[in-house]
Nanobody, 125 residues
């Protein structure tokens, strides 16, 4: 139901844009998030966006460098990643939540209902 793409190899300081295409008419009502998992580490929150796009949330580690956005007409959510660092290297996953974000649900991976397959981002120094 969720298909992430756009990962690849980038140099430090470079940019990549990830996309997450969703199937189904309900996409426009879903809150969406991006998480990442580096080798040997737990999956961590990166960014999230409400169904309307009116509110966005970011992990401190990516704030000011990454931007999450969505196009409900295209059933797609994006993650624009600028000023990449080697520590951004990870598999990036998009996720969807059927309900709205309550409190800090946006950063809790257990509060999401659907997950994409992940796309690998590698940043070289």
């Amino acid at each position: 139901q969720l298909q992430a793409s756009g990962g690849g190899l980038a140099q430090a300081g470079g940019s990549l844009r990830l996309s997450c295409a969703a199937s189904g008419r309900a996409f426009s009502s879903y809150a969406m998030g991006w998480f990442r998992q580096a080798p040997g580490k737990e999956r961590e929150f990166v960014a999230a966006i409400t169904w309307s796009g009116g509110s966005t949330y970011y992990a401190d580690s990516v704030k000011g460098r990454f931007t999450i956005s969505r196009d409900n007409a295209k059933n797609t959510v994006y993650l624009q990643m600028n000023s990449l660092k080697p520590e951004d290297t990870a598999v990036y996953y998009c996720a969807a939540r059927e309900s709205y974000f309550s409190g800090n649900y946006y950063s809790n991976r257990n509060k999401y209902d659907y997950w994409g397959q992940g796309t690998l981002v590698t940043v070289s120094s």
